[in-house]
């Protein structure tokens, strides 16, 4: 996907629909000339407020549908947005459910104007099954005790910070915000179950020896719907080093009422264990909590009580960074 | 699928690329009218040989197409046979990884005599994800040190063992050669790798208190490219009683030279400590092996070892049945 972007959001009811054009803005401002909101639109990222025409005026190369409707369809009023961005010359992306080229006036209009369409959630291309056989350079991966948890986020900042320190690493996208924020990537749990691990072989290939590729975890081990997919892209992940990610509040498992969270020392022995398979010398680097619904000194008593119970330096992106981590892998 | 079924074997060069045919042939003999060899046909089945037209007078409802050729696409001039057991009103099933529909002549035929197409390769239903939630009935499922060690063999022979005693069992399919055998199931490393789990809990939900169900497992947690469905399998399953299944004289995972076989212990604790997620009570009541490379003395001291370390009973189905595994199942 070509950025500079521009951001639509349609009309959709509430922040929490645009989420993923939350997540881009956030990591890739740079990237983001303005946003097109039509009329009711209760979202708003705070990029500069624009017509499709004005995106196009500014170099805007794609127009992202950066949210989320209940249900996942597009809605029929959005179409001649859509359409209109197409004919501007911008390709489009979305992070829907519904597949773009599936609705006919859509990729008519793509056709016609010779674009692309992007569908962040649905993999384009066929893989090869994986292989295990070691691959060069070096591999971070973000594993949670459960999904939503900040597996991206962290991920995300620890490129960051490499980036800061003048380390050579990339951020390897294998969910759809996470593909938006990267250019490209895999939506891993929409791969077919056989070439899970194998898509992630083939998105972390062979890197240069010093390079880190810092590779964003999906669901968790300890997920019964999705565990799956986690431990595939463990396989595929190869990993030297692992972060286990962690919200220290949540009560259940995602979406599961009657199933308890794992325990962080379970959870990182599962992981370690099945993660030797195709890296012997797999280890934990730390832990990554999401603190934002502590207060200060809850967080800071949960992240001492963490370090001191696992012996690994304990960290919340977003208030303390995660410099403790990159120091972790030399 | 309806039985009887046709066993369509085409023009194969050798007997391996008859091995789905020879397995519902092993299984269900009593399903097969006959075999339709076409010139230069190098599999036998063992089933009368006879053309379309005899198959559809002696009742066939399905002609199978229950062998792959090298590539697994469908050979032109196999068009014609198929086309014609479509207009003498079969509805017609295949392994292959092309899918009949995709077809044009076979998908035109289809249209015009009304006959179905099954595709045992791919799922044409979506599922919901996995919940994890407990389900009535009980479960048994294979899980195996490898792929192609036994696990639907073993599942099988449990069944027929199980109806023998007059249980109430049935065996639930996961791969192409169990779904013509079943007559249904779901080819779980064909379906998107969200829904591993989730298809697993459809094809065995609830059932009554007193029935088994006897899935068919596949790969291994320790086979870096298929452990992540076998996990989705284990969690969707699960299974009050798992039997491990291996091949003792196997020197590497299978098509990956540079890797080892786990050891036995090792893969019943794993299969255990993640079995336990969705089934605390899951347990291990055997170990089921192909001593086929082997010859009786061998076999038989490999099965005594067995036994020894681990504690379980050690079957080789073929040669002494499973009537101890059954025996441990209550």
């Not at 330096?313 to 972790?328: M, Q, S, Y």
Request: charged share 20%; aromatic share 6%.
């Amino acid at each position: 996907m070509d950025h500079p972007y521009l951001m639509f959001l349609g009309d959709v009811a509430d922040q929490l629909a645009a989420k993923t054009a939350d997540g881009i803005v956030y990591w890739r401002a740079e990237w983001c000339v303005g946003q097109v909101r039509l009329d009711g639109c209760a979202a708003d990222v705070r990029l500069p407020d624009m017509s499709i025409e004005d995106g196009a005026k500014l170099g805007a190369k794609t127009m992202v549908i950066g949210v989320a409707n209940s249900g996942g369809f597009l809605p029929d009023h959005w179409i001649e947005s859509i359409t209109r961005a197409l004919e501007l010359g911008m390709d489009v992306a979305s992070g829907l459910h519904v597949r773009l080229a599936d609705i006919e006036p859509i990729r008519l209009a793509a056709e016609k104007h010779g674009r692309s369409l992007f569908d962040a959630r649905h993999p384009t291309r066929t893989f090869a099954t994986g292989t295990g056989v070691k691959r060069t350079g070096k591999r971070m991966l973000a594993v949670g005790t459960d999904c939503s948890v900040g597996k991206m986020y962290t991920a995300l900042a620890v490129e960051k910070e490499m980036q800061a320190r003048g380390m050579k690493s990339a951020f390897r996208a294998t969910g759809q915000t996470g593909i938006f924020i990267a250019g490209d990537g895999v939506s891993i749990d929409a791969v077919v179950a056989d070439f899970i691990s194998g898509a992630v072989e083939w998105l972390s290939p062979d890197v240069d020896p010093d390079q880190w590729d810092l590779i964003e975890g999906q669901g968790s081990l300890f997920h019964p719907a999705f565990a799956g997919v986690s431990l595939g892209l463990l396989h595929g992940a190869q990993a030297d080093a692992l972060v286990l990610c962690h919200e220290p509040t949540r009560q259940h498992m995602r979406g599961l009422p009657q199933q308890p969270l794992p325990d962080l020392k379970e959870c990182i022995d599962l992981n370690l264990a099945t993660a030797r398979l195709t890296n012997p010398n797999a280890k934990f680097v730390g832990v990554s909590v999401n603190t934002s619904h502590l207060d200060e000194a809850a967080a800071a008593a949960y992240q001492d009580k963490t370090e001191q119970e696992l012996g690994l330096p304990c960290v919340d992106p977003h208030t303390t960074g995660v410099g403790r981590l990159v120091d972790a892998m030399d």
